[in-house]
């Protein structure tokens, strides 16, 4: 079970929120191939070590924010 930090809330269980994914990735802001949109869409880093995310409390308060969350222990920590 990982415990999360809210900004807001405190920390939680990770039961309350919604893994948001990578964070960082800019929406595309002009057209696309179908090629740059697959790779917008699927292909993210899989880093062994710190990797930014987000995730949004769906059971608190309702937003979201980033953290860094290390793939291998899992221990979270604020994102810088």
């Known amino acids: 079970m ?3 930090d809210c900004p807001h809330c405190g ?5 309350e929120f919604h893994y948001g994914g ?8 002009t057209e696309t191939s179908d090629e740059e ?6 292909l993210r880093d899989n880093p062994k070590g710190w990797f930014h995310e987000r995730w949004f409390h769906v059971h608190g308060c309702r937003t979201w924010f980033d953290v860094e969350r290390h793939t291998v222990t899992h221990e979270i920590r604020k994102a810088p």
Do not use: H, K
Not at 11 to 15: I, L, Q, S, V
Not at 37 to 42: C, D, L
């Open 22 to 29: 990578q964070a960082g990735i800019a929406y595309p802001r």
């Open 37 to 42: 949109w697959a790779a917008y869409v699927f």
């Open 11 to 15: 920390t939680r269980d990770e039961n």
């Open 2 to 4: 990982l415990l999360i």
